[in-house]
């Protein structure tokens, strides 16, 4: 028999019974519901940028997010956060650009963490590979505030691979679900990657553009879009 797996809601008012602070603020706005439709549906798109992928040892370098609510962006609630961390950013810079002056200058983690809960207040979380952005946020909530983060999920990563994967025996390849490649079956614009903002951005304008492919076969709601 497999183990008993406590539903979302459950989870939620588990955590939301521990937690205090900016995440209790969080827990007490209600998250959306299962059927609200697409056209409804209040997201924030979040992208990390990280020292790694390991959210147990590794650190949230930056934060960018942008709203949407229902088919608009709205790019008057986007931010972007640099943190100030104890670590030096190594081979990471590689990728990121982000540098131990501008991390030593940085928002203190608290604060970043706090806005960016302030903004997923009753949305849904988006981002691309969600795994990374859920597991650093949820950790970084239950070092700060005493619980995990429970919140409804959408990927575009996953809602990309239910796109090209229409047959039974239709496998993708991992290249075809990578944002900026996943973006070119829709015409959208080339941005320069590996800044949390833009990669927001960039995330937010994807899915967009899946909700409109997927509604052309069946009307889409938080259910038929979210992976977690």
């Known amino acids: ?124 979380m988006l981002a691309h590979f969600a795994k990374i952005e859920t597991e650093f946020l949820s950790l970084l909530c239950e070092r700060l505030y005493g619980a995990p983060l429970v919140v409804p999920v959408v990927d575009t990563l996953v809602l990309q691979d239910r796109l090209v994967n229409r047959g039974f025996d239709d496998e993708s390849l991992a290249g075809q679900l990578r944002l900026w490649n996943a973006r070119t079956r829709y015409g959208l614009p080339v941005y320069k990657a590996h800044n949390a903002l833009t990669d927001a951005v960039a995330t937010a304008e994807l899915y967009l553009a899946q909700v409109a492919e997927n509604a052309a076969v069946k009307a889409q709601t938080l259910k038929t879009l979210k992976s977690a």
């Open 1 to 124: 028999m497999w183990p008993f797996s406590p539903s979302p809601a459950k989870r939620r008012d588990k955590a939301a019974a521990r937690a205090s602070g900016a995440l209790a603020d969080f827990y007490a706005v209600p998250a959306p519901a299962d059927e609200t439709p697409a056209d409804e549906l209040r997201l924030l798109s979040l992208d990390f940028e990280t020292t790694g992928l390991d959210a147990g040892c590794d650190q949230v370098l930056s934060i960018g997010f942008v709203p949407i609510d229902g088919p608009t962006i709205q790019l008057g609630g986007a931010a972007h956060r640099v943190l100030k961390v104890t670590t030096e950013v190594g081979q990471s810079a590689v990728f990121h650009g982000i540098t131990d002056d501008q991390i030593a200058s940085g928002t203190p983690v608290e604060d970043a963490v706090a806005d960016t809960l302030a903004a997923l207040s009753g949305r849904a």
